[in-house]
Structures are given as structure tokens and as C-alpha cells.
């Protein structure tokens, strides 16, 4: 079983910046892919982005566009979310997922999942 645990959410304004973090309790480099997932009110689930833990390649979901970026501290056992020119749209709970698996931005079953952090962005 592999714990995640997510930190760096909170409140700010449309424009702002965060950094999300999620550290392991174990070698991210033993997972395959991790990756950074939002949830908002009465909407599903959708891909935000993610890092394949050996070779570093990320992809991002359309809605990014070049704001966001992702990136993996193995050393620290830490995935982190940098997040620029934030928008009220943003406003989501934001969870980390892993799996030893290849799976797809697209796919919801990703095996490990996070409690999640919440960023809210204000107008």
C-alpha cells in the first residue's frame, strides 16, 4: 500500500500562484506514474497532469494551458504541482494519485489516491 499525502492548498486570488506538494511513504520512484487530479463541486474528476517517475515526461490536461507545471523530487519522495496565473475555474479539490501501472490523464482508476488539498482562487 502506497500513502500519499497532499499539502500547499489555500485561498487565493484569480492570478495568483500555489505549490501543491504530495510526499509518499514510499520510493516514488518504485510507482510507474504519478500524477495531480482536481475535483469540483458537481463536476467529476478530471486529469490535471502527470510524470512518468523514471523518465520524467509529463503531460498536461488541454484546460492547462502552460500554467501549470509538474514535477518529481525522487530524492525527496515528492510530487509537486506548481500552479501560475490562477483562475476562479481552478477552485477544485486537488488530489495526487500513483500507480505501478501505465495508465492514462484520462483514466479515473488510478490505484492510489490521496485525502486531497483544497485551492480556492476568488475573483
Known amino acids: 500500500q502506497l500513502q500519499l499525502v497532499e499539502s500547499g492548498g489555500g485561498s487565493v486570488q484569480a492570478g495568483g500562484s500555489l505549490r501543491l506538494s504530495c510526499t509518499t511513504d514510499?520510493?516514488?520512484?518504485?510507482?510507474?506514474?504519478m500524477a495531480w487530479f482536481r475535483q469540483a463541486p458537481g463536476k467529476e474528476r478530471e486529469g490535471v497532469a502527470m510524470?512518468?517517475?523514471?523518465?520524467?515526461?509529463?503531460y498536461y490536461g488541454d484546460f492547462v494551458e502552460g500554467r501549470f507545471t509538474i514535477s518529481l523530487d525522487n530524492t525527496r519522495n515528492t510530487l509537486y504541482l506548481e500552479m501560475r496565473s490562477l483562475k476562479p475555474d481552478d477552485t477544485a479539490m486537488y488530489y495526487c494519485a500513483a500507480d505501478y501501472c501505465q495508465k492514462a490523464l484520462s483514466d479515473p482508476l488510478w490505484r492510489f489516491w490521496g485525502r486531497g488539498t483544497q485551492v480556492n482562487v476568488s475573483s
Open positions: 514510499k520510493y516514488t520512484y518504485s510507482t510507474f506514474q
Open positions: 510524470i512518468v517517475t523514471k523518465t520524467k515526461m509529463t
